[in-house]
């Protein structure tokens, strides 16, 4: 890097700093400070010729974040220390190539002149003028069922700490959908958490404001069934061009990708072609996209393009407000110490607060009485009495199957690849742990195999957790759902 260049990036930085928003006290300063370092550190001059000024950032969301909230800061920095006229570029980091010693951007230009198209470096020895085989000119739109629920609109989703920042990001694109740095959207979390809610929440905004807009939501399950038959019926085109004239997509349960390698070429090229369009896409998921097992490289490196958003099991807080939320609808009302008592027994997730609420709207409802604590408490415990279920390998085997994406004979089988073996030896873990099973029984269930691989699979997994974080993390959930 030209030192010349570094020197001047460096002076433009310190005005910066030293004309940060004037804060209340010390500590507001220290803050914003902070934040500022935090996002400049990672921000470094490329190049400075005829006046324009290149800048290298990891994502389009540091771009945008810069434009938003420094541009007046920088464009004052850039006057001072360069002169007038200076425009701004900036090169976006993408994923580097193997084999390429340099890494590969895409050059964008800033708020303050005209945007102009995308500049793609690309590796050596491909060629820029790729036709994609899907497109079919002119074809027109057609009247689809967006397959979206009324009452998962953003007026019925409660917020808290554990959904804020999902939820804030949600709200800014179906103001703007394909238009922000939000794509796609990755929404990933536990089972009952809202994430489904939150991406059809979208859908339905976006449909208010542009009914033009083609919105689409739909499982992976559906997904892969859709696909399956079309290429049976050999009309893998019709199937992609119908997806890529959808101007918000949204797909639940996106890790059930997992293993379905004819699903994921189309679906890469429907992503692509959704993308480079300005196009939506919003995905959902159990795990974050580096945790989903058998997936393609090309395709888990898509899903962090944009924003990857954690939505964690609500607190007692937000559970209480989602209990009032839903109880409001239905017009019914209940006093604080049976608020605080529903909202205290479903420390989990929001489905199992819905089912808990449904029971007693339908107990209120045939008995046609005012409930009292002790009612409620008599009728939830029936409730969990009928619904417990007996933690057995079976058990084990499902629940360890539907969080990894995969089916119980893969688990059963011989093979040794990593995406099905870890599983397997999780199976047998916890099959030990939950179970009174000897280790013969444990490796008869799983598919007849010897003691000594069950006890060799249990030491594994105990000693691998320990210093391993994702497989501490496959333990910390699987054990949840497990006792679940």
Known sequence: MDENLMMIWQRCLQFMRDNLNAAEDDSDLKKLEKSFDLLF?????????????????????????????????????????????????????????????????????????????????????????????????????????????????????????????????????????????????????????????????????????????????????????????????HKQTEFANFYQMVDVLIIDDIQFLSGKSATQDSFFHIFDHLHQNGKQIILTSDKAPADIMDIQDRIVSRFKWGLSAEIKSPDLTTRKRIIENKLSRDGIVLPDDMLEFLASEAKTNVRELIGIINSVIAYSTIYKTDLSLELLKETINRIAANQKKIINIPYIQEVVCDYFGIKKEQLLSKTRKREIALPRQLAMYFSKEFTNSTFSKIGEEMGGKDHSTVMYACDTIKDVSKIDKEVKKYVKDLTERIKQ
Do not use: C
Request: a positive charge; hydrophobic letters at 40%; glycine letters at 8%.
């Open 41 to 233: 550190d990672k921000v470094q001059p490329l190049s400075l010729a005829d006046n324009n000024l290149t800048l290298i950032v990891p994502s389009d969301f540091y771009k945008e974040y810069i434009e938003d909230n420094y541009l007046s800061l920088l464009s004052a920095a850039l006057k001072k220390n360069i002169g007038k006229g200076v425009k701004l570029w900036y090169s976006v980091m993408e994923n580097r190539p193997s084999g390429l010693e340099k890494p590969v951007t895409m050059n964008m230009k800033g708020k303050s002149v005209p945007t102009p198209k995308v500049q793609e470096t690309m590796p050596q020895g491909f060629s820029s003028n790729i036709v994609n085989p899907f497109v079919v000119p002119g074809i027109k739109k057609v009247n689809i069922d967006s397959n979206l629920k009324a009452d998962f609109s953003f007026d019925n989703y409660v917020e808290g700490e554990s959904n804020k920042f999902a939820a804030t990001v949600a709200r800014s694109i179906a103001k703007r959908p394909g238009a922000t740095a939000f794509n796609p959207l990755f929404l990933y979390g536990g089972y009952g958490v809202g994430k489904t809610h939150l991406g059809q929440a979208v859908g339905l905004e976006v449909k208010s404001q542009f009914p033009d807009k083609v919105v689409l939501y739909l499982s992976s399950e559906k997904f892969i069934q859709q696909f399956i038959s079309a290429a049976k019926a």
